[in-house]
């Protein structure tokens, strides 16, 4: 089944085709989570509602007032969910047709645009890596040969991958409260995301929460160093970080945050496996 392939990855060397689309299809995932979500709270997105647009109240902008209207009222908010709904479902859809995951991509893009210039509540990390992920796609549709286009954006993802996690490590082991080990137990001293039946669990046991907290330092500073291991236990790393992704989502209630941040692991696969002592050529 391809959700089992989208959840567990390769198992093997990954194509050039896969990779494409098991880059994609989590971020696809995910935007449909969140459009679904949306679509079943709208009155959030009322004028005096906790998501309601700010667009009209900008001083300077270039788009007409009418237009920013437009988009701040109930039913533009609606919308535009439902364009991040129907991108998520035509990538899905498009297993083995590129131009329609790169259609699709370009809606998920377009939805996330919106919504951000609408108001910037309401979206997390997750949903900033699943739009950065839908902008290297279209950006490097314009390359002319499909090959050369898929590769570059395959890359970029990885490149990406690389430098948020390496920036989340590093940010957070100069952090004294990180480095403490307090921060996650803080962090689920909070109403938001501290209700969870595991997060109720974990506040139980204060060691447990301080070796998580230093070992979530010491994995993301680490994670350079997946690109010197073989193929084989690169596949078995990701898997770890994919478990890691998913406690974080089910402890905190938040199910986005495992597939935005997924999304960017075939692509990490795919660049391991084309390392010049991995065999090199695509």
């Known amino acids: 089944m391809q959700l089992g392939r989208i959840l567990h990855g390769p198992s093997g060397p990954i194509s050039r085709e896969d990779a494409h689309y098991l880059t994609l299809a989590p971020a696809a995932v995910g935007e449909i989570i969140s459009g679904l979500e949306s679509l079943v709270q709208t009155n959030a997105y009322d004028p005096d509602g906790l998501l309601q647009g700010l667009s009209g109240k900008r001083e300077r902008s270039i788009v007409p007032r009418s237009l920013r209207q437009a988009i701040d009222s109930r039913a533009g908010a609606i919308a535009i969910k439902a364009m991040g709904v129907a991108g998520g479902v035509l990538t899905l859809t498009g297993k083995k047709r590129r131009a329609q995951q790169i259609a699709g991509a370009g809606l998920m ?9 609408r108001t910037s509540f309401g979206r997390d990390g997750a949903d900033h ?17 499909a090959k050369t286009s898929d590769d570059v954006f395959l890359r970029a993802v990885n490149a990406q991958a690389f430098l948020s996690y390496l920036t989340a490590g590093t940010a957070k082991a100069i952090s004294s409260t990180w480095r403490s080990g307090e921060a996650l137990e803080q962090v689920l001293q909070t109403q938001q995301y501290g209700d969870s039946g595991a997060a109720k669990l974990l506040k139980k046991y204060p060691q447990l929460c301080k070796s998580l907290t230093w070992f979530t330092i010491a994995w993301e500073v680490g994670f350079p160093v997946i690109y010197l291991m073989t193929p084989q236990n690169a596949r078995k790393a990701m898997t770890g970080v994919k478990l ?5 989502a089910v402890t905190m209630g938040l199910p986005r945050f495992f597939w935005g941040f997924s999304s960017a692991h075939a692509a990490v696969l795919y660049a391991v496996d084309r ?4 065999g090199g050529e695509a």
């Open 129 to 145: 890596m699943g739009s950065l992920i839908c902008g290297y796609r279209v950006l490097t549709s314009v390359i002319p040969d």
């Open 244 to 248: 890691f992704h998913l406690g974080i």
């Open 109 to 117: 893009l377009a939805s996330s645009s919106l919504s951000k210039y």
């Open 275 to 278: 390392l010049p002592r991995n």
